[in-house]
């Protein structure tokens, strides 16, 4: 049975029990951050999801009423509310546009966590989070899979059922998603190749710690060679400690509050004690979370602290490079001039406000002419698991992406992401462009070795 409350909104019978589902106790988004916004909706153009959505209750603005009406008990937390802010790509484009300085990033975590908490979800969404969650952040577990994926790709399988169309008519919609942006594997992801520790070429300028990720060194290995190369090659003795796992992007932008607290305190000790100038990160998601480390374990009487100083030596490598400068000579790509366009990863832009760094680094490299994208600060759609979850908007937003990032004409397409490139790369396939998509560490390592674009 379904009845309404004052709101109108209809309270939810579940086993023939009638509850009012709301936010719990536990840290419900602060009244004073909602209290902040003064609905000026200055933030809704350059919000993704109310782009492609185009209703008020999938824009940052829209979303805070929600917050606000359940915090009053005026709205219930029912599915068609959760779906709201679900549909949020955590992308924090809002932070950077709102003139009042409101804190959706915070507001957002804390709906996300009472989201998971008190919002029931259906079977397959819950069997689909709990795949999600109990693999990728593992890549010992993510390997397990990979033999499987690998015979699918090699034996043309992928191939076949990809140009039939018979993976969009036969696997759900979020299955069918996840497979799109599987990446070409390669035998490197089966194993983690790096030694603990790698010597500086020539004089030793620092010595920093590098994280591998959970994703990114089992489906793009290939970056994190190229960064150590990059880094060696410019003074830095690299560490890479054995016991380092996931760092917990991924479920803190999901609101899966345990498992995130469990992996950022295994993070923070494996690089404890390592007499590092630096802790580096070569994703842009990833660097984000560390930096919020000190944030996330606030309340952990034992890790507080720890986590405060942590988050204070954690770099991405791009800002880390800029600041301390290349000392390595750079040769052209190609004989001609380059043209790339840079593509800014969201938790990279609005979440460590880097967008100048990686741009000079990239303009130092000989003959490279930097092209700039229209709406260059909207999200890609990958935005973490987005484009698995919500794959109808993170779809089109990965079209509108490619299609404004080879518009700009240019040869080859930067990003420092692990999530936007396998969202780009999809799209580039899907939409038949033959451009070129690097990491900016792999460009620098090309670069370095005298490599060219066409070798
Ligand atoms: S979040 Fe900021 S920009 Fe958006 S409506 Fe509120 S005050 Fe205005
Ligand atoms: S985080 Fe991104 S998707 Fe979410 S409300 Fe802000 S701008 Fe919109």
Not at 141 to 156: D, I, M, N
Not at 244 to 266: D, F, N, R, V, W
Not at 439 to 454: A, C, N, Q, T, V
């Amino acid at each position: 049975m379904q009845v309404s409350d004052k709101s109108g909104f209809e309270n939810i019978s579940i086993n023939n029990q009638e509850i009012t589902p709301s936010f719990d106790a536990k840290n419900p988004p602060n009244p004073q951050l909602i209290d902040a916004c003064v609905h000026c909706g200055f933030c809704l153009s350059t919000c993704p999801s109310y782009r492609i959505i185009g209703k008020e209750t999938d824009s940052p603005r829209g979303r805070i009423y929600l917050m606000d009406g359940i915090n009053e008990g005026d709205i219930p937390l029912s599915p068609a509310i959760a779906q709201h802010f679900d549909t949020c790509l955590g992308c924090l484009a809002c932070v950077t546009t709102c003139p009042s300085g409101v804190q959706y990033d915070q507001l957002i975590e804390s709906t996300r966590a009472q989201v998971e908490r008190n919002h029931p979800r259906s079977l397959p969404e819950k069997l689909l989070r709990q795949f999600i969650f109990s693999t990728f952040p593992y890549p010992n577990r993510l390997r397990v899979l990979l033999a499987p994926l690998l015979a699918y790709q090699k034996l043309g399988l992928q191939k076949l059922l990809r140009s039939q169309g018979w993976l969009e008519k036969f696997l759900p919609k979020q299955l069918a998603a996840m497979e799109s942006v599987l990446p070409e594997l390669t035998p490197q992801a089966f194993q983690d190749n790096l030694p603990e520790v790698i010597a500086a070429q020539g004089a030793k300028r620092y010595r920093v710690g590098m994280l591998l990720g959970c994703v990114q060194r089992v489906f793009l290995p290939e970056v994190n060679n190229a960064t150590v190369r990059v880094l060696t090659a410019n003074g830095c003795e690299v560490v890479v400690p054995k016991l380092q796992g996931c760092c917990g992007a991924l479920s803190h932008h999901q609101g899966q509050e345990a498992q995130t607290l469990e992996l950022a305190k295994q993070t923070i000790d494996a690089f404890a004690d390592l007499n590092l100038d630096a802790v580096l990160v070569n994703a842009s998601g990833c660097g984000h979370t560390l930096k919020e480390y000190g944030h996330i374990l606030k309340d952990d009487p034992l890790y507080a602290e720890k986590a405060k100083l942590f988050s204070q030596t954690v770099k991405d490598v791009q800002e880390f490079l800029d600041h301390v400068g290349l000392t390595a000579k750079l040769s052209p790509l190609q004989d001609q001039p380059l043209a790339i366009a840079y593509q800014d990863a969201c938790h990279m832009l609005h979440g460590q406000k880097i967008s100048l760094e990686p741009r000079r680094l990239l303009r130092q490299i000989p003959n490279v002419q930097l092209r700039e994208s229209v709406d260059a600060s909207l999200c890609c759609g990958s935005a973490g698991i987005y484009n698995i979850l919500q794959s109808e908007v993170g779809h089109e937003l990965g079209e509108m992406k490619v299609t404004n990032l080879t518009d700009t004409g240019a040869q080859l397409i930067a990003s420092a992401n692990v999530g936007c490139i396998t969202q780009i790369r999809k799209h580039l396939k899907l939409q038949n462009k033959n451009v070129l998509l690097m990491h900016p560490m792999e460009l620098l390592d090309y670069s370095i070795r005298g490599k060219k674009l066409d070798n």
